[in-house]
Every structure is written in C-alpha cells, then in structure tokens.
C-alpha cells in the first residue's frame, strides 16, 4: 500500500472537532472537559476552553470541585461553578481581540474526566450558552457525540422553538432532574 492510499484526509468538520478535542486539553476542571472553536468563512477564529477566570485559582490549584462537594447535579446551578463554559470563552476572546463571530459556527468537544475516567460525552450547550450563541449570531453547532459521531444544531431551529414554546426543549440531554418544569 502507498503512502498515498493511506492517506485518509478528515472531513472539515472532523478536521474542525479534533481541533477543538485539543483545546479541551487545556480545560482545569476536575469533573469535565470541553473545547470550542469557532469557524467563520472556513477560518479558526477563536477557541475556548472551560477553566476559570482569568488570574483566579481553579479546581486543579485548589484540589476540589465544589460542586461535586455540594453534589450539584449536571444541568443545574452553573452560578455556583469555579468555571467558565468553553462556548461562552471563545465568544469573549473573539470580542477581546476584536473578532467579529456574526455568522460563524462553533465546534464544541465534551469529554468526562471525573475521578480518572476518560471518556467522551454528548456534547450540547447549556441553558446559558445557547442564549449566547443566539446572541453572537451564531449559525450552527457541531457537538462530538459519545459514539465518535458530530451532531449539527442549527441555531435558527432554537429561536423558532422558543417562539413557540419554551427553552425548556432540553431538559432531558442533562442527567438532572428539573423540577417545577414541564417539557413542551
């Protein structure tokens, strides 16, 4: 076999998700891991990854996740989490170096860390992220899934669910449990 029939060049999308899978490499969360890039007329023009502020101790320098300590469940109380989502980063390095994202897509890789175990999960934005991403005029989302497959999103498909419904359209992607809420 030659070099060029065992050459197998990856998809753009597959070439984009490795590439946020790196920057997932620099998260400091105990529990999780996730890396974002986002895409705008086929260029990189920001990532991020979930960690804590800038300048701020975080779970890998303080030893703990306090949310595993208050035994928060996935899905609920992101106020009380030392990080900041990997999404919601790379949106505010875009605006820090004056990046324009209107229009662009976001690659987002998750992976489960939590005592040891290494491995990938569904990846899906959160409540406070998918607002977000509307708002930074987004176009699509590229989620690694737990089967090694990418799962797209189209942004323009939340905001006519919300306009009919409610944001509550995801409820069940987290493993918690929302009470009070009723699903669409």
């Not at 890039?37 to 890998?60: E, F, H, L, S, W």
């Not at 229009?103 to 290494?118: A, H, T």
């Not at 999960?121 to 899934?145: D, R, S, T």
């Not at 995801?170 to 929302?178: F, K, L, R």
Request: aromatic letters at 8%; a positive charge.
């Amino acid at each position: 076999m030659t070099k060029k029939e065992k050459f197998i060049r990856p998809t753009k999308e597959r070439y984009y998700m490795n590439i946020a899978k790196e920057v997932a490499q620099r998260a400091n969360c105990l529990a999780t891991i996730h890396g974002s890039i986002i895409v705008k007329d086929d260029q990189i023009v920001a990532t991020g990854y979930n960690g804590a502020p800038r300048k701020v101790r975080d779970c890998i320098e303080r030893g703990n996740c306090l949310r595993r300590e208050l035994k928060i469940p996935s899905g609920q109380r992101y106020e009380l989490c030392r990080t900041v989502h990997s999404e919601a980063n790379a949106i505010i390095n875009a605006t820090r170096s004056g990046t324009k994202i209107l229009g662009g897509d976001i690659y987002l890789y998750s992976e489960k860390v939590w005592e040891g175990e290494e491995k990938v999960i569904n990846a899906h934005p959160c409540f406070i992220c998918k607002k977000m991403l509307i708002n930074a005029g987004i176009k699509n989302v590229f989620c690694i899934q737990e089967d090694g497959s990418i799962k797209k999103f189209v942004i323009q498909d939340w905001v006519e669910a919300w306009k009919k419904g409610d944001m509550t359209d995801d409820m069940d992607i987290y493993d918690s449990q929302y009470k009070g809420m009723k699903k669409n």
